[in-house]
Nanobody, 123 residues
Framework: QLQASGGGLVQPGGSPRLSCAAS????????IGWFRQAPGKKREAVVC???SDGSAYYSDSVKGRFTAENTVLLQMDRLRPEDTAVYSC???????????????????????WGKGTQVTVLQ
């Protein structure tokens, strides 16, 4: 139901765009998270996109360089070798709390995970 694509070999400073093909659920009712995992490291959440309006939240490691163009497109700019990782998209259902819909991207809360795409930034 989820599949990330768009990775590959990239020169430092490059700007690939990742896509997350989603099916089988209504995007508006989910938060879409972009995660990455580098060899030997823990998986890291880098972007969380609110399905209802596309509002995005970024980790400090990618803020100012990555942009969620919409719920399923991630523009990556000014890549660095340390950005090398397998990038995956995942979806978490929104939750109603405190009178509003909450969209969060905690790793344990993701209901669907897509197969990742490798992004390798050359040294």
């Amino acid at each position: 139901q989820l599949q990330a694509s768009g990775g590959g070999l990239v020169q430092p400073g490059g700007s690939p765009r990742l896509s997350c093909a989603a099916s089988g659920f209504k995007l508006n009712d989910y938060a879409i998270g972009w995660f990455r995992q580098a060899p030997g490291k823990k998986r890291e959440a880098v972007v969380c996109v609110q399905g209802s309006d596309g509002s995005a939240y970024y980790s400090d490691s990618v803020k100012g360089r990555f942009t969620a163009e919409n719920t399923v497109l991630l523009q990556m700019d000014r890549l660095r070798p340390e950005d090398t990782a397998v990038y995956s998209c995942a979806a978490a259902p929104r939750a109603y709390a405190g009178g509003t819909w909450q969209y969060t991207c905690s790793e344990n809360g993701m209901a669907y995970w897509g197969k990742g795409t490798q992004v390798t930034v050359l040294q």
